[in-house]
Nanobody
Framework: QLQASGGGLVQAGGSLRLSCAAS????????LAWFRQAPGKEREFVAG????????SYAESVKGRFTISRDNAKNEVYMQMSSLKPEDTAVYFC?????????????????WGQGTQVTVSS
């Protein structure tokens, strides 16, 4: 089970840090990722991190602004979001997949958190 938190309302240019806590099992051997879904749009990949944390990947739209990290001792994954834009407004979901390196396809992730709303005002 995954529980996402940290969303909120922020002005354009601001920052937020999302957290996702895993419970019920260890996700140390799982790749973890963040996806988002804006109103009227399909869910899209935002960032992913390998099981060890040594490899990360990002959507082009967030490169240089978002940073994904994880703490396997705490069974948590984070995403630091900076220089936020109104187009970053969405519900953000964390996901876990039983493979080593992150993948961008949402269908490959079997475990999902409930989502946390991020709203960026202009």
């Amino acid at each position: 089970q995954l529980q996402a938190s940290g969303g909120g309302l922020v002005q354009a240019g601001g920052s937020l840090r999302l957290s996702c806590a895993a419970s019920g099992r260890t996700f140390s051997w799982y790749a973890l990722a963040w996806f988002r879904q804006a109103p009227g749009k399909e869910r899209e990949f935002v960032a992913g991190i390998s099981w060890s944390g040594s490899s990360t990947s990002y959507a082009e739209s967030v490169k240089g602004r978002f940073t994904i990290s994880r703490d396997n001792a705490k069974n948590e994954v984070y995403m630091q979001m900076s220089s936020l834009k109104p187009e970053d407004t969405a519900v953000y979901f964390c996901a876990a997949g039983r493979f080593g390196s992150s993948r961008s396809g949402e269908n490959e992730y079997a475990t999902w958190g409930q989502g946390t709303q991020v709203t960026v005002s202009s």
